[in-house]
Antibody, heavy 117, light 111 residues
């Protein structure tokens, strides 16, 4: 069955970097757009970034543009979110998702990122 | 890009129907037929309930239905059941610059 597993979360200081990974299985990863969505504590869902099936089209939310970079390795069925210059407001559970260009039928369980000094 | 507007809460008794609204603009909800709805139980992965305004993924009960009029999309849950109690989020395609945006979420309580 379809499975998405995020990893790489943790506690980091403001201004530092972190890279999240999303390992996919059970579907044809290389043919699907991948998305990253986050949920800050006691807040709603926020779309963060997405990358097309071949990496040719990438989009970012204004809140992370210039600091976050999304990428993928289709040979490893894995998507990545490189997060630089982290801020306290980036504290959230980060989910990867896929299924459609504009909807997420598949979701991971999420990985918690905490930005704290 | 501002989040789509949803009521913070909604409620209904078992067996009743409840409708949750999601209001955007002509640049998102009103401009495209790419509105989705997600059910989110705290601590779990969100679940896609409706996509492309009114389509149901396989396995989603037909008690869940979606619609859109102008800049407002709606999710209707008929025959409320206890397990429907969750947070519900709408999302919409918002063009190539903003791509996707979510609503603020609605907490559905089954009384």
């Amino acid at each position: 069955q379809v499975q998405l597993v995020e990893s790489g979360g943790g506690v980091v200081q403001p201004g530092r970097s972190l890279r999240l990974s999303c390992a996919a299985s059970g579907f044809s990863f290389s043919t699907y757009r991948m998305h990253w969505v986050r949920q800050a504590p006691a807040k709603g869902l926020e779309w963060v970034a997405s990358i097309s099936y071949d990496g040719g089209k990438i989009y970012y939310a204004d809140s992370v543009k210039g600091r976050f970079t999304v990428s993928r390795d289709n040979s490893k069925n894995t998507a990545y979110l490189q997060m630089n210059s982290l801020r306290a407001e980036d504290t959230a559970v980060y989910y990867c998702g896929s299924g459609g260009d504009y909807d997420l039928a598949f979701w991971g369980q999420g990985t918690l990122v905490t930005i704290s000094s | 890009q501002s989040a789509l507007t949803q009521p913070p809460s909604a409620s209904g008794s078992p067996g009743q129907s409840v409708t949750i609204s999601c209001t955007g603009t002509s640049s998102d909800v009103g401009g495209y037929s790419y509105v989705s709805w997600y059910q989110h139980h705290p601590g779990k992965a969100p679940k896609l309930m409706i996509y492309e305004v009114s389509k149901r993924p396989s396995g989603v009960p037909d008690r869940f239905s979606g619609s859109k009029s102008g800049n407002t999309a709606s999710l209707t849950v008929s025959g409320l059941q206890a397990e429907d109690e969750a947070d519900y989020y709408c999302s919409s395609y918002a063009g190539s610059n903003n791509h996707l945006i979510f609503g603020g979420g609605t907490k559905l309580t089954v009384l």
